[in-house]
């Protein structure tokens, strides 16, 4: 596959164009590219997936001699457990990333055409919490397990090196607080159907939680990892009166500061009103 390259980040995109390699000698060909900087990455059962060097392409010229020498690459090993307990955790989606990527709505909305350098892979924990990731090319990975019983847990700086197996050991979930209550309109009114948001105060912390309320006006949020957090309600987008600015009023006026540590359960009600 024909990857673009981006030099600030010296990682290549999303694949622009793919073929199958029938040539017995490994020779391909990859026709009406524009100019620019490019990679080549070749995937091979029983291989980690494997870029070329970057190299330029001039528009109307053959650029030849791309060589792409496959390797094994590494593996990562580990055991995802319940904190405090030592429990193992059973299906937990076990996922790899660049050491530096920040997931946030941007990155959740571009996806895979955000350049990378690491291989891309994921995997579920066995009943004893056990993972192998095998075939990963070499660099610094991050790791990101995800759990419906928890919050996300992020492992940054986890290097693996050509031929080896990296060892990322126990990895501990920490049970996520539980957020839930009643949301009033200025009348003081059950309301049905309004935005639930929390969203962390830390520095760089693009975590969010979003959820509606119900039929009676109640809203629950699960798995709230520990932490600072404002939480506000605002009414359903037809609820209004067509003034643009209802969203922002609602905010600031039910806006409240909530601090979570994981395991606990907590009550806040909201209220569009001047309370």
Known sequence: ??????????AFGRAIKEIRV?????????????????GV????????????????????MVTDNIEVRLSKGGSMTGT???AGTGKPVFGALVSTQDNNHQKNPLTDLFGVSIPRK????????????????????????QLRITHADYPDKVVNGLRVA?????????????PGGTVRGTVYDEAGNLLMGASVTMVSTASGDMRNYPTRTDQNGRYLLRNIAGGTY??????????????????????????????????????????????
Not at 162 to 174: C, Q
């Open 80 to 82: 995802i457990v319940e």
């Open 118 to 141: 690491t291989t891309a892979k994921a995997v579920r924990t066995a009943k004893d919490g056990t993972f192998e990731l095998p075939l990963l090319s070499a660099e610094v990975y």
């Open 22 to 38: 029938a040539d017995p000698e490994g020779k391909f060909e990859l026709a009406g590219i524009e100019g620019d900087l490019y």
């Open 230 to 275: 404002k939480i506000h309600a605002t009414r359903d987008d037809g609820a209004d009166d067509g003034n643009p600015f209802n969203v922002i009023i609602d905010m600031r006026n039910s806006e409240r500061t909530l601090s979570v540590v994981g395991g606990q359960d907590y009550s806040q009600d909201l209220y569009l009103g001047n309370n």
């Open 162 to 174: 050509e031929g080896g197996e990296r060892d990322a050991g126990s990895i501990a979930l920490t």
């Open 1 to 10: 596959s024909l990857h673009k390259y981006t030099e600030p980040s010296n």
């Open 41 to 60: 990455q070749v995937s091979a059962a029983g291989f980690a997936p494997t870029y070329s060097e970057h190299f330029r392409v001039s528009q109307g």
